[in-house]
């Protein structure tokens, strides 16, 4: 069984992602973490919280991150997923309270408690995993992967043409993430926009029970803006990566210039650019696991499988 932390902005997509791994017996989720994203930090905290409090599992604890990005606010600068960050959804109120512990050091105590054991699914912009990076600096070979949804590597971005939201309203925290893990898997718009929930997933969670069919209504009033399961590819990706297939590459953040602001510079064996050129000797081997293609079908049947089960 996988010990994972979900860090995360919900977002409709946020909490599919968190029911797929409450419901998967392959994973055991040790916490949740949230950030400014997608809304504001106090919304994706009440929402994690809801979220949990749908799924019944209020023994998994949640904890409150980072209210900004590292350098620049941003600001809401996306409607996707509705004002409430749920598409207008009413999910429980939650029964857990802030602990006042915050994610940052949450994330930091689990990896260094389980040493070689925690995956951490980063699915929202980077902030809370940089600033653990930071403050402690043996993190990053305490932990087991990283396993994120964020970044475009061959594809337009989804926020700008060059750009994936993720990266884009913290291309400093991806930056200092990038540069310090030991490993990073990396499931970006390339594999995530193959994933349409209008292929079947809401028919199939409506004749479920109150959590699959309140599951399904998030998902129809999201895909009306957007179509694609972006988060829940990477819970999928840790419980069964024989669903995708990727290459092994480096990954750089642009983080300066205005035009490309938060795009991902790929480096593989077989490409090389002037912003990213292959490797010297004298660099680290590739350490990026770059995901680009999944079987979508076989994922949208285990997401709605998964759920219908809880």
Do not use: W
């Amino acid at each position: 069984m996988e010990k994972i932390i979900i860090d995360c902005d919900p977002g409709v997509d946020d909490a599919i992602a968190i029911l797929l791994a409450i419901a998967n017996p392959n994973l055991k989720l040790m916490g949740v973490t949230t950030v400014a994203g997608n809304i504001g930090i106090d919304k994706t905290f009440t929402n994690a919280m809801k979220v949990i409090a749908l799924s019944g599992r209020i023994d998994i604890p949640v904890f409150k991150g980072a209210y900004r990005p590292i350098m620049f606010p941003t600001g809401s600068i996306t409607n996707v997923h509705g004002e409430n960050g749920l598409c207008g959804m009413e999910l429980p109120e939650p029964t857990q309270v802030d602990s006042g512990f915050h994610a940052v050091d949450f994330i930091i105590k689990t990896v260094m408690d389980n040493p070689g054991d925690i995956t951490i699914c980063a699915i929202g912009p980077l902030t809370n995993i940089a600033l653990a990076m930071i403050k402690e600096p043996t993190l990053a070979n305490k932990v087991k992967d990283i396993v994120l949804m964020g970044g475009a590597a061959f594809c337009s971005g989804n926020i700008t043409s060059h750009a994936e939201f993720n990266f884009y309203v913290d291309p400093h925290a991806a930056h200092i993430v990038f540069d310090t893990a030991r490993h990073v898997t990396m499931l970006g718009l390339d594999v995530t926009e193959k994933v349409d929930i209008r292929v079947g997933l809401c028919e199939r969670l409506d004749t479920g029970n109150h959590i699959a069919r309140t599951t399904s209504k998030m998902s129809r009033a999201y895909s009306i803006n957007d179509p694609f399961l972006h988060d829940p590819c990477a819970i999928a990706y840790v419980a069964n990566p024989s669903l995708f297939s990727s290459i092994e590459g480096n990954i750089e953040i642009d983080y300066l210039s205005k035009e490309k602001y938060g795009h991902c510079f790929v480096r593989t064996k077989s490409t090389s650019t002037k912003e990213a050129p292959l490797p010297s000797t004298r660099d680290c081997l590739y350490k990026v696991t770059i995901v680009l293609n999944v079987d979508s079908k076989a994922l949208l049947d285990l997401i709605a499988s998964s759920i219908a089960s809880l």
